[in-house]
């Protein structure tokens, strides 16, 4: 069975770092692309960028680009999406999702990572 | 202001037909790229509904289907239930980027 775990809930204050992660079982982990998508309270759906585990080609939407950070350890077949220094606007809820290349849909989601940054 | 338009909420009855519009333009949907449908039910992860315009996933009921025409899109759910009450996103493809629509809350009358 696909699975995309993601870690729990976080907590942090404005200036902090954060390092969240998306496990994936079920399948062959560097044959597909991992995303990283933003949804804040209320809001739609934005994505961040991609990553391929295969090789670590990484690829970032202009919106975040130097925003955060994605990357991936493929021994452990988990992705990651990092921040150096957190804002009360990165508030939201993070999820990951799995496609197979270009334009190819996401076919397995995680179940999100709750980001809360406050003072 | 999303790439991708989508009318902020639709609704209808239990039963009937609804119609959820995606408008892109030449650099997506009219570049011949397809469109994908995601549901994201109250509280949950969103969840892959129909793929390449119009193929629905296994699981996925027939009342779900989908269209593309130049640089338009279309979600169609018939036979309206209560637990299509959620939220619908259409996706594509710009710039070498994945792009999604602004979503379209349906509500169930």
């Known amino acids: 069975e696909v699975q995309l775990v993601q870690s729990g809930a976080e907590v942090k204050k404005p200036g902090e770092s954060l390092k969240i992660s998306c496990k994936g079982s079920g399948y062959s982990f560097t044959s597909y692309w991992i995303g990283w998508v933003r949804q804040m309270p209320g809001k739609g759906l934005e994505w961040m960028g991609i990553?391929?585990?295969?090789?670590?080609?990484?690829r970032y939407s202009p919106s975040f680009q130097g925003q955060v950070t994605i990357s991936a350890d493929k021994s452990i077949s988990t992705a990651y999406l990092q921040w150096s220094s957190l804002k009360a606007s990165d508030t939201a809820m993070y999820y990951c999702?799995?496609?197979?290349?270009?334009?190819?849909?996401?076919?397995?989601w995680g179940q999100g990572t709750l980001v809360t940054v406050s003072s | 202001q999303s790439v991708l338009t989508q009318p902020p909420s639709v609704s209808g009855a239990p039963g009937q037909r609804v119609t959820i519009s995606c408008t892109g333009s030449?650099?997506?949907?009219?570049?011949?790229?397809?469109v994908h449908w995601y549901q994201q039910l109250p509280g949950t992860a969103p969840k892959l509904l129909i793929y390449g315009n119009s193929n629905r996933p296994s699981g996925v009921p027939d009342r779900f289907s989908g269209s593309k025409s130049g640089t338009s899109a279309s979600l169609a759910i018939t036979g309206l239930q209560a637990e299509d009450e959620a939220d619908y996103y259409c996706?594509?493809?710009?710039?070498?980027?994945?792009?999604f629509g602004g979503g379209t809350k349906l509500t169930v009358l």
């Open positions: 030449s650099s997506n949907i009219g570049a011949g790229y397809d």
């Open positions: 996706q594509s493809y710009d710039s070498s980027l994945r792009v």
């Open positions: 990553i391929y585990p295969g090789d670590s080609d990484t």
């Open positions: 999702a799995r496609h197979f290349s270009g334009i190819q849909p996401n076919d397995y």
